[in-house]
Each structure stands twice: as C-alpha cells, then as structure tokens.
C-alpha cells in the first residue's frame, strides 16, 4: 500500500518520479472501490483533513521543500490534488449510477421491499407521500389578452412585442406628439431618472402605452402589415379600483393600399363580437389621439344589461373600450423611408386595455384583484 515518504532529491526528474508514483497508487486503490463502505475507506485515505494523503504531501513535500523549490513543488502538489479529487467525484458519479441501478432492478420486488432496501440504504422512507406542488395556471388577465390576441390571429394578424422602458422618440416623438405639446400631459409619465443630460429623444421612460411598438414595427417590416401587440405599460395612476400603475395594453395596426375608416370599423366591430358575444353592438365617438386622423372612441353596448341601463354602464347602457383611428400621416413620416409612403398608403390604428376586457368578461369589480396575487381570487379563473 502506498505510503508518503519525504523527498530526498527535489529536481524535476525526481519530482515527476515522485507524482508518477502516487499516481499510480491513486489508480490501482480507485480500480478496488466497489461498494460504499469502500468508497468512504478511500475518501478517508486518500482526502481526509486530519491524515489524508493530500494532506501528507502538503507536510512532506511542500513544507518541507527547501526555499527555492517550493514552486515546483507547489505545482506539482496542485496538480496531485486535482487528479485526486477528479478520481474521487468520478467514482462517486459511478457508485451513484450502480446504485440506481440496483434499485431499479428491486423494482420488480413489493413495496415493502424497496422501503427495508431505502431505508437501511440511506435512512429515507419512500412509501411517505410527497410534497405535491399545485400547477399554475394562466393569470386572468393574460386568459383574456391572450383570447383577444387569438380573435385577431383569426384574421390574420401576426403578434408583436416591444420593451417596457421605451424612450421619448418611440413614446412621443414619433407617435407625433412634439415635444412640450400638452397631450403628453394626458399620459402621467413615470420618467427614469438622471437622463437629463441626454437629447429628449433618447431619455428613458416607462412605456405609457403600447402605442410605440406601432413605430418600432413598421421600421421592422415593409407593408403590408396586420399586426396586434399585448403587453404592459406603466402610468403614475394611484391605485383605486379602476386605476393601476401597471396594467396591459393590446394595441392593433394594419397597414396597406386602400385601408379605409370602414375597415377599421367592421374589424373592431368583429372583434368586440367574437370576444364577448354576437349580440354586443359597438359605437363609435369622435376622439383625439395624436396618433390618429380621425379618431374614435369605440364603446360597447353594456354586457351586463344589454344597453337597457345598469349599475355597471351607469345607466347609459354603453361602455367605452377603446381608442382608434387612421394613422396619421405624421406618424408615416417617421417611418417613410420603409415604404410608408403617406400618399400610397393608409392604416388605421388601436388600444384597448386588456385588463379593462378581463373585467368585463368575468364580472370583476376591482382591478387591484387582478395584482395581489391572492390565489384564492386567482384559482377561480384555473
Ligand atoms: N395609446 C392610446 C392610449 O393609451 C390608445 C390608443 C388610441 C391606441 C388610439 C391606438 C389608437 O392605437 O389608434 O391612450
């Protein structure tokens, strides 16, 4: 059996004698290590703090090595310790796999079997039930932004996204909201800070809709497009119970030749039908949004009464949704140069809150249920 012994010549000739030599000790004892009991023997021989052989060259090679041959020593030492507990981790993985596989070969025995065979193998009781994790399901208001996704994939949009943290060009600046124009003021920014010494253009904020993916994709693709864009946005809103910093937006745009007004209204008209029932009649109102020339507030007839005047419609027996219009050849501008040419083409343009249709859709009446993450609420939409 191997045993350290103190060295008499410190050439590298004899060093490397030295290492071949433990090496191949190392080898031979590692070939015998069959079982566990062995395994820990030569753990115990080979790593051990107290008296292992690592330890033992450290003190006879190392320590003991005169000034000016402590580096190769050193190195050599170094290298004995990675070999060994290289060798070492190997046949742990080796008795691990052996292991397993005699358990699975006990499968074929009783229960009661494999229990005696765990338990005496490592004290563990396998027949105790585990630890069951429920599986998540899809949150509310993702349920309802992702049937409103689908209702357009129906006709043919493709789905984009964009970033949270957006700047003041995609934001504002090429949504043709200028800078200090008081619409901006409709928005309450939440700005990053420190980004003053910035151009205004390229100041970062939290995205105050999903409106700037419009740009972003029309850089990204030529026209034709058909496209919807869910995500979330951020608004200094406080909190209430139709009101929340964060929420999620699903903006929609199509761009061709000869898009007209009244495709975007036999689309939204479409898609109120295919989300909450064929019965929901829409109506369009006159708007402003920068973005848009003209543009329209788009409201249902109220789902709980039908337009005969309840609670939730206020008795008007109409519910606004959303925002739309016709791309403002402004907007084209900023993107002209991929083929968005204001007098070739024409798109009409929308956002609806997709926290605000999950709402509807399941009779909710608070918005802050959808984000205390309260599973009781949560579980009942699984
Ligand atoms: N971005 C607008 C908002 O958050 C909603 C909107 C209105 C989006 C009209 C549009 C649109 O695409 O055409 O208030």
């Known amino acids: 059996m191997y045993t350290v012994h103190k060295l008499a010549d410190y050439s590298p000739t004899a060093l490397d004698a030295a290492v071949r030599e433990l090496l191949s000790a190392l080898e031979s004892e ?9 395994w820990k023997d030569y753990r115990d021989r080979w790593v051990a703090r107290k008296n292992g052989i690592l330890t033992q060259i450290n003190d006879a090679w190392l320590k ?6 402590k580096r190769e020593v050193g190195k050599r030492v170094n290298s004995v310790r990675e070999e060994v507990e290289h060798a070492f981790s190997l046949l742990r993985s080796d008795l691990e796999r052996k292991i397993i596989s005699e358990s699975v070969t006990l499968v074929g025995g009783t229960l009661d079997e494999i229990r005696d065979w765990e338990l005496k193998r490592e004290g563990v009781d396998i027949s105790l039930p585990g630890i069951r994790r429920p599986i998540g399901a899809e949150h509310p208001v993702i349920k309802a932004q992702n049937e409103m996704v689908a209702v357009f994939k129906s006709m043919g949009y493709s789905v984009s996204e964009g970033p949270e943290i957006e700047t003041d060009y995609y934001n504002f600046e ?3 909201f200028p800078p200090n124009h008081p619409a901006r003021d409709t928005q309450d920014t939440l700005f990053i800070a420190g980004q003053q010494s910035k151009p205004l253009r390229e100041r970062l904020l939290l ?3 999903t409106s700037p993916v419009q740009i972003r994709t029309m850089e990204r693709l030529a026209p034709p497009i058909r496209v919807v864009i869910p995500g979330k946005v951020h608004r200094n809103d406080a909190p209430d ?3 929340s910093p964060m929420f999620h937006q699903i903006e929609g745009l199509a761009v061709d030749i000869n898009i007209t007004f009244c495709d975007l209204k036999g689309t939204l008209d479409h898609a109120m039908k295919a989300f909450f029932g064929s019965s929901v009649k829409t109506r369009f109102q006159p708007s402003f949004f920068p973005f848009t020339e003209p543009s329209a507030e788009v409201a249902i007839s109220c789902i709980f009464c039908g337009g005969k005047g309840c609670r939730t419609c206020k008795q008007g027996g109409w519910i606004e949704l959303l925002g739309c ?15 968005y040419d204001p007098a070739k083409v024409s798109g009409f343009a929308f956002g609806m809150g997709a926290d605000r249709i999950a709402l509807l859709k399941y009779g909710v009446d608070d918005i802050q249920l959808f984000f205390q993450g309260d599973v009781r609420f949560l579980e009942q939409f699984a």
């Open 64 to 69: 003991a090595a005169p000034p000016d041959a």
């Open 325 to 339: 219009g016709m791309v403002d050849p402004n907007v084209f501008e900023f993107v002209r140069d991929n083929g």
């Open 174 to 176: 090429a949504l043709n």
């Open 207 to 209: 995205r105050t809709h």
């Open 241 to 243: 119970a139709s009101h």
């Open 30 to 38: 590692s070939r015998a290590v069959n079982d566990e009991s062995a």
